[in-house]
């Protein structure tokens, strides 16, 4: 990275890249950072993106519908804890104001719901409570409510959306400092995106190749004709013995071939879901290339060494032309290298391998 911070935030982008995001500049103390960085995986490099409007460590950043990314909430540069939320287009590459949470809050839990909102929970306030309270931010009004309170007050949980679409909220710590073991699960009023009317998944009837992996995406449209990308779908493969899909947050959709066969994978978003059929096909063989012939030339008689790459173990037919001179077809055993003698009329052969 070109800054070194910890209580930062990683998140997985639709185009694949990774959004770091604030933290903290220094091991111990208040040091709160603005700026964000994008890793791009082809790359593998690190680079400067639009600077956060406030500096924050231990917020949370969630994707959205659409590809947004919500920052909330976190420590301050004075160790104190937040309540203004901000989001990353990443299009533009910068951050813009949104509403601010009703609790300032930092080290809380955040998961996006399948109606794509977004749930917070828990974490501490400025003078080291830990908070039982809940809050819901709707992307469309830009803005956060209080929804019910957690039954354990706790800093620092986790906050994982379940395939049922409610949220396993676990663990933490206590105002104390010490490590919680329970866990309490928050159920949606709803669990489908309003107006969302259908889902589009993409590419249609994709082949997957033994042993890979590709990425496909769920398209949402809704009743004024809009569309937005899901991130808040649910995934799901009918026969996981042939091919499966990830259905987390940080790497949602991604289907992997296991077995030759085919699976159906869909991406749902309450009762409403789309799907495709999936074909995992093993993998294409590698042609044979010829990289060297041994001697260049030669007088009739005189033994030809090919060799190249991809000649495989197995039996075969193919043609051999010496100088633009098309020679019969015969049966030939493809090793590393494979030998021809040349006569008048016609090519002798060995396998040598």
């Not at 074909?279 to 044979?288: G, M, S, Y």
Request: proline share 5%; glycine share 12%; hydrophobic share 40%.
């Amino acid at each position: 990275m070109n800054i070194a911070r910890q209580s930062h935030t990683a998140t997985l982008l639709g185009n694949g890249m990774v959004l770091i995001a604030g933290g903290s500049g220094q091991s111990s103390g208040a040091s709160a950072l603005s700026a964000a960085e994008l890793y791009d995986p082809n790359a593998g490099t690190f680079s400067y993106t639009g600077a956060m409007l406030t500096a924050r460590a231990s917020h949370t950043a969630t994707v959205l519908n659409g590809g947004g990314v919500l920052v909330a909430g976190g420590w301050d540069l004075n160790g104190k804890a937040l309540a203004s939320a901000e989001l990353y287009d990443p299009t533009a590459g910068s951050f813009a104001a949104t509403g601010s949470l009703s609790v300032a809050r930092g080290a809380q839990a955040a998961a996006l719901l399948n109606n794509g909102t977004t749930f917070v929970a828990g974490g501490w306030d400025s003078n080291a409570n830990t908070l039982a309270s809940t809050e819901i931010y709707d992307p469309v009004a830009g803005a956060f409510s209080v929804t019910g309170s957690l039954n354990t007050p706790r800093g620092q949980p986790l906050a994982t959306l379940l395939p049922s679409g409610m949220v396993l909220v676990a663990g933490g710590l206590d105002s104390n400092g010490n490590p919680l073991a329970s866990a309490e699960l928050y159920p949606p009023a709803t669990l489908t995106p309003p107006g969302l009317v259908s889902i589009a998944l993409s590419p249609l009837n994709p082949s997957v190749t033994l042993g890979l992996s590709q990425r496909l995406t769920a398209t949402g449209t809704f009743s004024d004709h809009s569309t937005q990308i899901l991130a808040s779908a649910a995934w799901s493969s009918s026969a996981s013995a042939s091919a499966t899909v990830t259905s987390d947050a940080s790497n949602s959709g991604s289907v992997y071939g296991v077995a030759q066969g085919t699976a159906t994978v869909s991406a749902c978003t309450g009762s409403i879901c789309g799907s495709t059929l999936v074909t995992v096909a093993a993998a294409t063989p590698a042609l044979p290339s010829i990289m060297g012939l041994a001697p260049g030339s030669g007088t009739v008689g005189s033994w030809v060494a090919i060799s190249g790459e991809n000649f495989g173990a197995t039996q075969g037919s193919s043609d051999v032309n010496f100088g633009g001179a098309a020679a019969s077809r015969e049966t030939i055993f493809f090793f590393a290298e494979v030998c021809w003698q040349l006569t008048a009329d016609t090519f002798a052969k060995k396998a040598e391998g």
